[in-house]
């Protein structure tokens, strides 16, 4: 009998889920959305420096000096990088051996955002036709996907909506080939122009559903800048698109010049025989990003 129930503690101790108490999750969020609101990312940093020294348009430069310089003094002073504090997208990735208490996880994700964005510019309306604003930023879109494990990771992107109304879906036919592809987002991109404040980074979406690739492109925004995706053929493709984008001469805040895009990440999934879906979401100058594990 000893023996029969240390095995089912042990049973227990393998299979318990992990209690996630969700005024942790909602702490958590605040702080991160608080940061990505105030702090770009360093590796966007990294790369608007490299801009900077190899964009050969006085003007060009200039802009970019200036995106570096209202960086800096964002985080400096603690204010938002952007008057459009956009909306928050979160990602979250629940291990399926977590087990949350103390409330409802989507309650506390919007409670989070309400204090987060108490002293931003509220920019959501509840009704896309009556256009009544919510008052607090609420609700935030919310992707959920149970994944291995007893972990939460969050992940956000805080986006401005200049790059989000340029961004865009294509369904083209299985037969369109690298060539097509190529030519629809080097077309979202130019149609765009200062639009989505360049110099942009250009998430694209291949494969999968009308709705799938549209949240594989906005998945690819979420991948830091130099890391080039580790298939092969996808990494030359990124490369091929990044220098495309960059011959239009959209320029820094469409003013011409060779830095239109700063990186091409390229994300994609299995799709349908008759279909090669894909999907561009832009993100603009104030790319906020970051994730928080607990
Ligand atoms: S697109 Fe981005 S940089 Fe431009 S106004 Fe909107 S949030 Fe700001």
């Known amino acids: 009998m000893v023996v029969d129930s240390l095995l089912y503690t042990e049973y227990v101790d393998n299979v318990a889920p992990r209690a996630i108490s969700v005024r942790s999750v909602e702490e958590a969020v605040v702080q991160l959305l608080r940061d990505c609101v105030r702090r770009l990312p360093p590796d966007y940093l990294a790369a608007l420096r490299e ?3 190899r964009e050969p348009s006085p003007l060009g430069r200039r802009v970019l000096r200036m995106l570096l310089d209202n960086a800096e003094l964002a985080e400096r002073v ?76 969050i992940a956000t992107l805080v986006k401005g909506f200049g790059a989000e109304m340029t961004s865009a879906v294509r369904m083209l036919p299985a037969t369109a080939g690298e060539a097509e592809v190529k030519r629809f987002v080097v077309e979202v991109v130019q149609r765009a122009g200062p639009n989505a404040c360049p110099p942009v980074i250009v998430g694209v979406g291949l494969g999968s559903s009308f709705e799938g690739v549209a949240l594989l492109a906005k998945k690819a925004l979420l991948r830091p800048l130099g890391t080039p995706n580790p298939k092969p053929h996808l990494a030359k493709l990124e490369g091929e698109l990044l220098e495309a984008v960059n011959a239009t001469g959209v320029g820094p805040q469409g003013l011409g010049g060779v830095c239109t895009a700063l990186a091409v990440h390229v994300e994609s999934s299995p799709t349908h025989i008759a279909a090669l879906p894909v999907a561009v979401n832009l993100n603009c100058s104030a790319p906020r990003r970051g994730e928080v594990v607990l």
Do not use: M, W
């Not at 952007?82 to 979160?90: M, R, S, Y």
């Not at 931003?120 to 994944?147: F, Q, W």
């Open 78 to 153: 603690g204010v938002a990088t952007c008057q459009d504090t956009g909306i928050p997208v979160l990602f979250v990735e629940v291990g399926q051996d977590v087990h949350f208490v103390d409330g409802s996880l989507p309650e506390a994700l919007e409670e989070a955002v309400r204090e987060a964005y108490r002293d931003l510019r509220k920019s959501v309306v509840r009704d896309p036709l009556l256009r009544e604003n919510t008052g607090d930023n609420t609700p935030p879109v919310v992707h959920y996907e149970i994944v291995p494990g007893d972990r939460v990771r």
């Open 51 to 53: 801009a900077e020294a």
